[in-house]
């Protein structure tokens, strides 16, 4: 079972450049999320979709943008990126409200 | 004030040990909880859901204090394999989770 699967695994990127991280699940979940998680801290949710076509700003959530393309996959897009966006990112999915999330197996950034 | 808060720990504890973690939260809108593990790097893996008063699966037990706002999991007969980070987790339903920073249990032999 896949479950929710991450690209890339890894990355390093210089000050400035953009990238986007995928995510796609196949577990027909509506709902999505992206969070980082730093050392000696909880996840923090960037951006999340409650259902195709939307999208909404959690905790954190300058220098990002994000597109819900259909219902399987939610990408996060840097546009340019900084040292202070270095981290790991995890992509989330669940059913619904009260509904655990299942996690991707995350995206390692790091950007000089 | 987090609205979930976890004592960071680490927990060391030998073998076949029971140990207990508490977390705190501060929102009484939280419908449901969870606890998730994450070992180093990796992703949180889903432990235990907890609706009600409390949950039980083998050797993990959770429980719901809502008049203390507090949940805890108990972990009986430690192994080493128990080794990693548990995440507290509340759910309001406004489609986001709000993690705790998570306790650090070290099982020893």
């Known amino acids: 079972n896949a479950g929710v699967t991450q690209t890339p695994k890894f990355q390093v990127l210089k000050t400035g450049q953009s990238m986007t991280l995928q995510c796609a699940q196949d577990m027909n979940h509506n709902s999505m999320y992206w969070y980082r998680q730093d050392p000696g801290m909880g996840l923090r949710l960037i951006y999340y979709?409650?259902?195709?076509?939307?999208?909404d700003k959690g905790e954190v959530p300058n220098g990002y943008n994000v597109s819900r393309l259909n219902k399987r996959e939610f990408s996060l897009r840097l546009e340019s990126a900084a040292p202070s966006q270095t981290s790991v990112y995890f992509c989330?999915?669940?059913?619904?409200?009260?509904?655990?999330?299942?996690f991707g197996d995350g995206t390692r950034l790091s950007i000089l | 004030r987090k609205e979930v808060e976890q004592d960071p720990g680490p927990f060391n504890v030998p073998e076949g040990a029971t140990v207990a973690f508490n977390c705190t939260y501060s929102?009484?809108?939280?419908?449901?909880f969870f606890w998730y593990r994450q070992d180093c790097r990796k992703e949180p893996k889903l432990l235990m859901s907890?609706?009600?008063s409390g949950n039980e699966d083998g050797r993990f037990t959770a429980q719901l204090n809502r008049a203390s706002q507090y949940i805890s999991l108990l972990i009986r007969d430690s192994k080493l394999s128990d080794s990693a980070t548990y995440l507290c987790?509340?759910?309001?339903?406004?489609?986001?989770?709000?993690f705790g920073s998570g306790t650090r249990l070290q099982v020893q032999p």
């Open positions: 929102n009484s809108a939280s419908q449901s």
């Open positions: 989330a999915s669940e059913t619904g409200d009260y509904q655990p999330q299942h």
């Open positions: 907890v609706y009600s």
């Open positions: 979709s409650a259902s195709e076509g939307t999208t």
């Open positions: 987790v509340g759910d309001t339903g406004r489609r986001a989770l709000t």
